[in-house]
């Protein structure tokens, strides 16, 4: 039994990663090992929370994992843990359009673990107190335990506060400068961007919250997980890992150990292309570094090793990469070409959400007639060559082109589908690398 509590806001943008990050400061600070987690399918926030605690955050997320996915995700992370902390995606009842998929308020329920709401204060009082009240009740099978009151004034503000919230108040954090998070156009910075000052952030939330009061939380059960021991490495899986490539669910990279492949992490920016039988290009900021990639000796070995065969998995990043060029406002690129296309950077958004897609072509990662679920996150249009093969046909989502994604050459396969790999068997993957290894 370990204690566990998620953290949610009323929507975004009232500090709950900031909130987070602090209580994931000051419990490691206490000397405690903090797992972390993450709901919704985002990348950025995972990172900071990984650089905080010492360990990997996981995703949880019931659209791309189903439940059960999010039981086995969350309950299999806690080995060796000594409290778990969960934070939210946006407001605690947002899901999916307008139901309550995807939504923290799901999660708390599949798990079973305690809620505190973060409330941006700032200008209120008794209106709070309504508030709280609503999102209290909205849904009874939420635990909501009490809330962390943002943005507060002066010590006659939390006494006001105090005299009308109806639940357990857990902190009254000031604002502070310091410890707000900058944006970039594609999210936050990357947590191995950012140098975390761990002491100021522990200090801030001691101070002004009563962790003493989380860690006494209802406890939940360290429940055993079958099946999720790797098997004996068969294959090595080359995983692109570096400035320019960093968007990765780590429960992707388990299910390949679990599934025999051994994960060799390189560099496309700074090393050659490892020995390895398969490649997966995850998602990331390629355009931030385009002149390096351009340059890069791994360029070339990757649309060699994908013209001999290679099985190669590109997500996005990957794809644009794996692309033929990539055109930003500086100029034209030359990248990897191992698929027929190019990519234009544009200014304004081209997709954001979940996607699903249905396997309707050969492709190096799922068996034709799988359903694949994931999510896409870009600025980028990718243009490809009239005859140009697709292995997805999209049931949501926008993908690459009229409601196709996955383009595919060779054994080489890159989409704008950030795919969780819970909702697709990744065994053909394996199996086609054991199947190039042998050549």
């Keep these: 039994m370990i204690p566990a509590v998620l953290i949610a806001g009323t929507h975004s943008g009232v500090g709950k990663t900031t909130v987070t990050l602090g209580i994931m400061a000051a419990l490691r600070a206490r000397g405690l090992i903090v797992q972390p987690f993450k709901v919704g399918p985002d990348f950025i926030d995972p ?7 010492g360990r990997h955050s996981h995703n949880l997320d019931p659209f791309m994992m189903g439940a059960d996915g999010v039981r086995r995700c969350f309950f299999g992370a806690l080995q060796g843990a000594d409290v778990a902390v969960v934070e939210g995606v946006m407001g605690l009842y947002d899901g999916m359009d ?3 998929t995807g939504s923290s308020a799901q999660v708390a329920k599949i798990l079973d673990i305690p809620v505190l709401l973060v409330i ?3 200008g209120m009082s008794r209106s709070a107190a309504a508030m709280e009240k609503g999102f209290a009740t909205y849904d009874p099978g939420v635990r909501l335990a009490g809330t962390i009151l943002n943005r507060v004034g002066s010590s006659r503000h939390i006494a006001m506060l105090k005299g009308c919230m109806q639940r357990p108040i857990f902190g009254t954090l000031p604002r502070d400068r310091e410890l707000e998070m900058k944006s970039r156009h594609l999210g936050l910075v990357m947590g191995f961007e950012k ?3 761990l002491e100021l952030l522990a200090a801030f939330l001691e101070e002004h919250a009563c962790i003493d009061d989380i860690l006494s939380l209802a406890p939940i059960p360290s429940l055993a997980i079958e099946g999720s021991a790797p098997q004996e490495s068969t294959v090595k899986i080359g995983v692109a890992r570096d400035e320019a490539f960093c968007f990765y669910y780590q429960e992707n990279l388990r299910e390949l150990e679990r599934h025999g492949a051994e994960l060799v992490f390189f560099s496309p920016m700074h090393e050659d292309l490892p020995p390895v039988d398969g490649l ?6 390629p355009e931030l570094h385009a002149a390096e990639l351009e340059a890069a000796p791994a360029t070339r ?3 060699k090793a994908s013209t001999d065969g290679m099985p190669i ?4 990043g990957g794809l644009m990469y794996l692309g033929c060029s990539l055109d930003s406002d500086e100029r034209s690129f030359k990248m990897a070409g191992a698929l027929p296309g190019a990519t234009i950077m544009t200014k304004k958004l081209q997709a954001l959400g979940y996607m699903e897609a249905d396997v309707v072509g050969p492709n190096p990662l799922a068996r034709v007639g799988r359903t694949v679920r994931g999510h896409e996150f870009h600025y980028s249009r990718f243009v490809p060559e009239r005859d140009a093969r697709f292995a997805y046909s999209l049931l949501r989502g926008k993908g690459i082109q009229d409601g196709r994604d996955g383009l595919v050459e060779h054994s080489t396969m890159g989409g704008y589908l950030h795919a969780h790999f819970y909702s ?3 065994f053909p993957f394996i199996e086609t690398c054991k199947a190039y290894k042998r050549r």
């Design 47 to 53: 990172s900071h929370h990984t650089a905080i605690c």
């Design 98 to 100: 307008a139901s309550e």
């Design 120 to 122: 941006n204060v700032h």
């Design 195 to 197: 140098q975390h000052d």
């Design 280 to 285: 997966y290009i995850g998602g990331g900021y």
């Design 301 to 303: 070995q990757i649309k």
């Design 313 to 316: 998995y590109g997500e996005c």
């Design 424 to 426: 697709c068997d990744i």
